[in-house]
């Protein structure tokens, strides 16, 4: 059980200060002169266990429960009572030790309840002291004239009063309260029937549009899953494709570095072969055959070109072979495609069929339901054409307000976001002005350092900029001086071949190069230089004596004679000087170049050299300007070098192009551009790399400054808490987002304003609705209505099958002529490809063969050339050969690694792309999936037939035309509420019965439940008025109808020692009292309670009776708490603890306690 551990009083009646009563376990006694205040402290506990009566509270008005102020001192604002409980044994539901309860009353008369200082409810506070067994009206607490009360009351009332004891009052209330709401209930049933009626007839009107709704819900579900179905599986396709994409990929790159690590081993055995048979080839030009070894190269170049024409052709018969297998395929493929398209126009015809007699019966059905409505329903045909006009406009309303909604729901979410954006942003200035305040000095430090960085950013990037241009610089440098060097290299063999010629023979190579005899000028070719137009021409016209040696004098030319008769070195033709006669030379003829010995260049002290060597010969272009000029009139050549004599003898022909035996003017012009070049190739690119590597340099040094920066910059913002753009970005978001919060709020107020203007709209639709509804109920035929609802149904059924087979006939029409045609027109065009590829193929594959059968015919002449001369140099030749050999079968394989190559890489390229866009594709198909993420996908289905399921199920969407989905809501609340209100009547009716036997029951039980509780308070009555009467006086309870006990009251019987029994209203006022304090206590015996409440009810009692009274209360003290006012001596002696209350001029009561 519980107890009351104190009492807190403040502003509450006559205690104006905080007053603070603590109670002890057992018996307490409130004492004081009358009009001190004592009752108002058994007021205060009966205040805040929540009495209502203003008559229990002793006052007119709640208000006049806070204290007044007397006549000099200030009203208190409130009252306010604290009543403090203990909770040790948890019989309240809470965790606290102690429960603390508590009533505020304010001038106004209202009074706030409190738990533990929370705001609560006074039912609450009831609810809660009823787990303690604890009632505010409860008979453990007696206040001044409540013994008068139960003197007084009548015997039925005394017989209630057990009756409550005895729980039986519950149970009639309950019952009560049953039959009232049984009542109430049925009469609801009543109105549900009703309202069931209408909501019937309602649900009829809408089964059409909600089977409609429910058809479009079920393709609409389709549709989506479909879709995310077909989606699923061209992710996964996708996937699967890139997945096999990226393996390619990797196996192509890895076969690349395979291919290469072989080319370098090529190029590696290349290198070295190439290293000796350049050896061999100098060996073979210094016994001066320069002319075979480029007529070796030419061969060697040819067997490379065909070499190459032959794989060329290889590869493409292996094309053609893959296109003939490839045709035939789509051939087979195209043959497939015309039997489904004459399946699927078979199939198109029967549907066509069906659909007609579906037609036709629709028709008939329609005109049924027409002359119906014509005949017997014209006006409610009407009114139902106007109700269907209202429920398009309220859909269309609906989807409206629907739309401002979201965008407005979409608009304060928004708004929320931003306003917290800006919260934050002022946040975050607020702290960078705090922070200026305390680290100004490490800011400037802060702000100096993003300026060094800023700078360093910006010149590294100057640097990387320039770097890149130098290195692109660098590598067009490189290729042109890879280029200048391999022209370089053809023009020094050129003019090594040009030298080799003007040695001409053994005997003229050995008369230069021996140094024992002076004199010697050196070779007509030698000393002359000619223009690169005319080297033919001067050369045929100069025949053998382009080789003939210039000396100074006769006994030169003589010594040199003598020479290579004895050394057995040949024979050669020698020009002296000093002989030499000057001849006369015509001047330019017109129709010509000029005369030969004009277009030489030649030093002065050589003229009538040059006058001997080509005499009077005119230059022309050809033969037939030479005929023009006349054959035999002049000694002519042309530029090709066919020759025509003063004889009339020509010759000429076809003479492969060699090295000129004279110095080609252009050809020393171009050598020593072309070194020229190189040497400004080499020296600009040594500029540019000593450029790039003091750029590297540098940026390697600007890169460890940023990096240095960076790091200091990371830690001095970290140190003071700032994000990198904290100042400045944070004012331009802040003017950002007031600008997009005013934005949007403006468009939140418009979409107010429009969402207000639809909902009147929709409003007033409904009520439109409503009316014509009642306009259709009292003008319906029920029979008419019931057919007309029947044919409506079947023309439903059929409009639904006619569209079913139109969406059917359209899959087929769009799988024939849109899906199986493109196929078919796709795979004809890929026919036409492959065709034109087969032709192109074809085409240069007969071009390779011609030329290789040309460049064959070239090779076996150029090798019988070389087979003369091979026969000098065999052995050389033949390691030559092989060497050449080996260096033509790695360079072909060298070739075909790096076609290769370059295949693998077009490849990579390609599928990189491919892959590429195959992501992009992945990425966007993901992107459309995620709005499909809780659809369950459909197993086992191909994307062909998703793809027509698909669009057989948007055409039916699209012919079922308006959908009012909204039926489906009202229709399932409607049906909700039907069902309800069913089950409600069902459970009412199940109370009912069960509250008809709990009143049986309690019929039958209810005598004895009263007899046991009154026989045990009777037993006692009697011994607690013996305890507390003199000697010889006893009490009882009697009923007066003992048969029908219900049919009349309790009376208490009583009698004083030596006199007969009496009534209690006969008996004194302190006989009254002291009955009326042993029914109490036999109340206390049989119910106890927590604690007792008593106000002077021992007013009455004598001195013996109030001794016996205190003996009494010590005694229940030890089972129960005791909070009693008295003024007699005797009780108060008994008493464990005393509170004397005082009251002072001002109206104030004071409390002072004693522990006895």
């Known amino acids: 059980m519980t107890q009351i551990n104190k009492l807190v009083m403040h502003g509450f009646k006559s205690f104006a200060k905080r007053t603070e009563l603590p109670f002890s376990r057992e018996f307490n006694i409130i004492l004081g002169p009358n009009g001190a205040g004592k009752s108002n402290v058994l007021d205060s506990l009966c205040f805040v266990l929540g009495r209502i009566s203003s008559k229990d509270l002793r006052t007119e008005k709640l208000a006049h429960l806070i204290y007044n102020g007397g006549k000099t001192k200030q009203p208190a604002a409130k009252g306010e009572v604290s009543l403090f409980f203990d909770n040790s044994e948890k019989l309240f539901p809470f965790e606290e030790a102690v429960m603390k309860i508590s009533r505020i009353v304010k001038p106004n008369g209202q009074s706030v309840y409190k738990i533990n200082d929370k705001a609560s409810r006074r039912q609450e506070i009831i609810d809660m002291m009823a787990l303690a067994k604890i009632n505010p009206n409860g008979y453990n607490i007696v206040l001044q004239g409540d013994i008068n009360h139960f003197v007084e009351m009548s015997s039925e009332e005394r017989r209630q009063t057990i009756e409550d004891i005895a729980g039986i009052g519950v149970y009639e209330d309950k019952k009560k309260k049953a039959l009232a709401e049984l009542e109430r209930v049925e009469s609801r049933i009543r109105e549900a029937e009703i309202l069931l009626a209408e909501r019937k007839t309602h649900l009829r009107e809408l089964k059409k549009d909600r089977d409609q709704a429910l058809k479009y ?58 290293k000796e048979a350049d050896s061999i080839t100098e060996e073979v030009e210094q016994k001066g055959e320069v002319e075979q070894v480029a007529m070796h190269k030419s061969i060697e170049q040819t067997r490379v070109d065909i070499a190459t024409a032959n794989n060329r052709i290889s590869m493409i018969n292996t094309e053609l072979e893959k296109v003939t297998s490839r045709r035939e395929q789509l ?123 800023k700078k360093t950013v910006l010149e590294l990037n100057k640097l990387l900029s320039e770097d890149s241009s130098i290195s692109a610089n660098i590598g067009d440098i490189k290729r042109r001086l890879y280029k200048a060097n391999e022209d370089f290299t053809k023009l020094k063999l050129q003019h090594l071949a040009s030298r080799e010629r003007a040695f001409g023979s053994n005997a003229v190579k050995a008369i230069l190069e021996q140094d024992e005899i002076k004199g010697i000028h050196g070779s007509v070719s030698q000393l002359g230089t000619v223009p690169d137009k005319y080297s033919a021409a001067l050369e045929a016209s100069a025949g053998a004596r382009i080789n003939s040696l210039v000396v100074d004098t006769d006994l030169v030319a003589s010594k040199c004679i003598k020479y290579l008769k004895s050394k057995k070195l040949g024979r050669a033709t020698f020009l002296p000087l000093n002989k030499l006669k000057q001849s006369s030379v015509k001047s330019k003829i017109e129709g010509s170049h000029g005369m030969a010995v004009d277009l030489v260049s030649f030093d002065t002290k050589y003229k009538n050299v040059f006058s001997y060597v080509f005499g009077n010969t005119l230059v022309v272009d050809d033969i037939d300007s030479a005929r023009k000029l006349g054959i035999g009139k002049y000694r002519m050549v042309t530029l090709d070098g066919d020759l025509t004599e003063l004889s009339g003898a020509m010759r000429g022909g076809f003479k492969q192009k060699t090295a000129s035996a004279f110095r080609e003017k252009d050809l020393s012009k171009t050598i020593s551009d072309s070194e020229k070049n190189i040497t400004e190739l080499e020296s600009a690119l040594q500029i540019l790399e000593n450029k790039k590597t003091e750029n590297e340099e540098t940026i390697a040094n600007l890169r460890e400054s940023k990096a ?124 036409k490809q492959i065709t034109k590829e087969e032709e192109n193929f074809t085409s240069e594959k007969n071009q390779l063969v011609n030329n290789t059968i040309s460049q064959k015919k070239q090779l076996s002449e150029m090798n019988l050339k070389a087979s003369k001369f091979q026969a000098k140099h065999k052995t050389l030749f033949a390691k030559r050969t092989k060497l050449i050999e080996e260096i033509q079968n790695y360079d072909e394989r060298i070739i075909r690694k790096e076609e290769q190559i370059n295949t693998a890489e077009v490849k990579i390229n390609n599928v990189t792309i491919k892959a590429s866009e195959i992501s992009g594709e992945l990425a966007g198909l993901q992107e459309e999936f995620s709005q499909y993420s809780d659809v369950k996908l459909l197993e086992n289905a191909s994307e062909e037939q998703l793809k027509a399921d698909i669009s057989r199920f948007e055409r039916m969407v699209v012919q079922m035309g308006n959908v009012n989905l909204k039926a489906l809501e009202i229709y399932e609340d409607v049906e909700k509420q039907y069902g309800e209100l069913l089950g409600k009547k069902e459970t009412l009716a199940k109370e009912k019965d069960d509250v008809a036997g709990m009143m049986s029951e309690i019929e039958s039980k209810k005598k004895d439940l009263f007899m046991n509780t009154f026989n045990t308070l009777n037993n006692n009555f009697k011994t607690a008025f013996t305890e507390l009467s003199t000697k010889g006086s006893e009490a009882y309870l009697m009923l007066e109808n003992e048969e029908k006990i219900f049919d009349g009251g309790v009376r208490v019987r009583v009698r004083i020692a030596g006199e007969k029994f009496m009534d209690i209203r006969s008996l004194s006022g302190g006989e009254k009292a002291m009955t009326a304090l042993a029914f109490i206590f036999s109340i206390q015996e049989y119910e106890p309670a927590s604690f007792y409440i008593f106000d002077e009810v021992d007013a009455a009692l004598d001195k013996k009776n109030s001794e016996k009274f205190a003996q009494l209360i010590k005694k229940y003290s030890s089972k129960a708490q005791y909070i009693v006012i008295s003024h007699n001596d005797n009780v108060i002696t008994s008493a464990n603890t005393l509170y004397g209350v005082s009251m002072d001029e001002h109206g104030m009561s004071n409390v002072v306690s004693l522990k006895v």
């Open 217 to 274: 819900r079920e393709l609409s579900n389709k549709i989506k899953q479909d879709k995310a179905t077909h989606l699923h599986l061209q992710m996964k396709s996708k996937s699967s494709r890139k997945s096999g994409l990226d393996k390619e990929i990797a196996e192509q790159k890895q076969e690349i570095e395979n291919i290469k690590s072989a080319i370098e081993k090529f190029k590696a055995a290349v290198e070295e072969r190439k």
């Open 331 to 453: 051939k087979t493929d195209l043959t497939g495609l015309d039997e489904k398209v004459a399946d699927l126009s078979s199939k198109s015809a029967e549907l066509e069929k069906n659909k007609t007699s579906l037609i036709e019966e629709k028709t008939r059905l329609e005109k049924e339901t027409k002359k119906l409505r014509g005949n017997d329903f014209s006006d409610v045909a009407k009114v139902e054409e106007q109700l269907i006009k209202l429920d398009k406009e309220s859909e269309s309303l609906q989807a409206e307000i629907q739309t401002v909604v979201e965008r407005k729901q979409e608009l304060l979410r928004d708004k929320d976001k931003i306003e917290f954006q800006i919260a934050s942003v002022d946040e975050s200035v607020k702290k960078i002005e705090e922070i200026k305040q305390t680290h100004k000095s490490e800011l400037e430090q802060l702000e100096n350092k993003r300026k060094e960085f």
């Open 708 to 831: 240095a920066f960076e790091g200091e910059i990371i830690k001095a913002e970290k140190s003071l808490h700032l994000d990198s753009s904290d100042d400045d970005v944070s004012k331009k978001n802040k003017e950002q987002l007031n600008s997009e919060l005013k934005k949007i709020s403006s468009e939140i107020s418009e979409i107010e304003t429009n969402s207000s203007e639809i909902n009147d709209k929709i409003a007033a639709v409904k009520s439109e609705k409503l009316k014509l509804r009642e306009q259709v109920s009292s003008l319906g035929n029920p029979a008419v209505i019931a057919e007309l609802a029947a044919l409506d149904q079947k023309i439903t059924e059929l409009n639904d099958q006619v569209i079913s087979a139109n969406a059917e006939i359209n899959n087929s029409k769009v799988q024939s002529e849109e899906i199986l045609a493109q196929e078919k027109n796709r795979i004809s065009q890929i026919i």
